[in-house]
């Protein structure tokens, strides 16, 4: 069996172990010589790491500098699971903390910096606001709703706010009641009402051209539904995935949901809006509480995870085939966010490739930051492989051809040509007779009472500085009369008047 004296005798001097090891490789020598297979023959090799080029994978955050931030806002201590922010290419809004109603402020973009304390308020609604939203075609017009169960639409002019509509359509549902009411502004009546749901709903999304409406309730249940009708097409029961919000993809054909598991940890599912019998893939995020909440670009096809509570943004990139979801990267804050506002395209800075900017809400310090998502470019040219025709402002429908079953994409722009194009569509607000409300010769709409000590004393300091003003200015003017006075006098007194 040995090859040589000397092998055999290493071989019985050596350890049991030893001798099988020695035994095994001289039998592999003993081995038929295989023929070498020609070249492209060899079988693909699965345990080579598949690496996937994307013109997104260095995408990073810049938060804008201090002086270009919003400070001093008093933002609201709501603990309800919203955004509390709005944005669009003209007005930022914030919901904020005030006694005796809900109110919300407007300011213009250009506005950065501290804002002061006595800055206007838009107040209609006698409970705390919960959410508020821009119209998408018209800049100057923004709904909110209330505890009170209101939802009012507010028009913003240079001279200050009305009430007002506009030619589109709204939809909202009353907290702790299931149905789903679809509005016409024009007529200010419901037109629609969707009641399939047996508990709260907590999350609703349109796809891209009106036709298909999905929704998450309370009862753990995704649902895919016709809206005119309110049929509900598809449902799945998330009984390990218990979903929270649910976002269109676009046109991919493919819902992606955020949610907790069955072990507490927060989970993300993507799902084929035609088939909810089970999701493509679910992927677990991390241990901690905070809401997830998604945010979708068509446009470059990546979600942007944003956790309530977090100082973390994470980033992906979603694609039709396996493995469907691609991790890109995370923007890192030591601040936490209580809610994001989110500009429209038309609105973001092209010349520095820009893709999305987040519009962070810091409780604690009272600021607003600007946060851009951008791709790295050493060209300062237009980048039209990142920037393809989005949706712009104007609508593709109106009320009446919805509701008659049309269903249309929306009508795209080129952000090369028409993205600092203000919208053509202006709402004015009417003008309405202005009414006082006279007590002991006071105007109290004109003058509001004051309601903290505080504000007490800055009205009595203001008033003490008015105070002054007008009787320095009146010594002023009596010493100016009594100069043309004896101006008078001597003008006749002079001899060539006598």
Request: aromatic share 8%.
């Amino acid at each position: 069996m040995f090859s040589s004296p000397a092998c055999a005798q290493a071989c019985s001097s050596a350890p049991c172990g030893w001798a099988t090891s020695a035994v095994n490789i001289l039998s592999y020598r003993r081995l038929p010589i295989l023929p070498v297979p020609s070249v492209g023959t060899f079988p693909a090799m699965s345990w080579r790491p598949q690496y996937r080029s994307s013109k997104f994978r260095n995408v990073y955050g810049k938060v804008a500098n201090r002086e270009h931030c919003f400070d001093g806002i008093p933002i609201t201590k709501n603990v309800h699971d919203n955004h509390f922010c709005a944005v669009n290419a003209r007005f930022l809004a914030i919901v904020t903390e005030s006694a005796g109603g809900g109110s919300f402020l407007v300011i213009p973009l250009e506005q950065t910096g501290r804002i002061e304390p006595n800055y206007p308020k838009v107040c209609g609604h006698q409970g705390n606001v919960l959410d508020i939203k821009w119209n998408p075609f018209i800049d100057n017009i923004i709904a909110s709703c209330s505890e009170d169960t209101s939802v009012s639409r507010t028009v913003a002019s240079w001279g200050g706010w009305a009430h007002g509509g506009s030619s589109h359509l709204v939809m909202g549902y009353r907290w702790g009641q299931p149905p789903v009411l679809i509005w016409n502004l024009d007529v200010g009546e419901p037109v629609k009402m969707i009641d399939c749901h047996s508990d709260v709903i907590l999350c609703m999304s349109f796809n891209t051209d009106g036709s298909l409406l999905t929704t998450t309730c309370k009862d753990k249940k995704l649902r895919v539904i016709e809206p005119r009708s309110g049929r509900v097409l598809q449902e799945a029961n998330c009984k390990n995935h218990r979903v929270n919000r649910v976002v269109f993809l676009g046109n991919m054909k493919r819902l992606l949901t955020t949610g907790v598991s069955r072990w507490n940890t927060r989970q993300i599912a993507l799902w084929d809006q035609e088939d909810l019998s089970m999701p493509l893939i679910e992927e677990e995020i991390d241990g901690l509480s905070g809401l997830l909440f998604p945010f979708y670009d068509a446009d470059t096809h990546m979600l942007y995870l944003a956790g309530k509570g977090d100082g973390n943004i994470r980033y992906y990139e979603i694609s039709t085939e396996k493995p469907y979801l691609s991790y890109l990267m995370e923007f890192r804050s030591p601040a936490p966010q209580k809610g994001l506002g989110v500009m429209p395209k038309h609105g973001l800075d092209v010349s520095a490739c820009e893709v999305f900017r987040f519009y962070k809400l810091v409780t604690l310090k009272g600021l607003i930051e600007p946060i851009s998502m951008i791709v790295p470019r050493r060209s300062d040219s237009y980048q039209e492989d990142i920037y393809p025709m989005t949706p712009g402002t104007e609508p593709a429908l109106t009320p009446d051809e919805w509701l008659g079953g049309i269903n249309r994409d929306p009508v795209l722009m080129s952000l090369k040509e028409g993205y600092k194009k203000s919208s053509k569509m202006v709402f004015k607000a009417p003008i309405k007779e202005k009414k006082s409300v006279v007590v002991n010769g006071i105007d109290l709409l004109e003058n509001v009472p004051p309601r903290t000590e505080n504000e007490l004393l800055r009205m009595f300091f203001r008033q003490q500085d008015e105070i002054r003003r007008l009787k320095e200015e009146l010594a002023q003017k009596d010493i100016r009369i009594r100069q043309l006075q004896l101006e008078l006098k001597n003008l006749r007194n002079s001899p060539k008047n006598c």
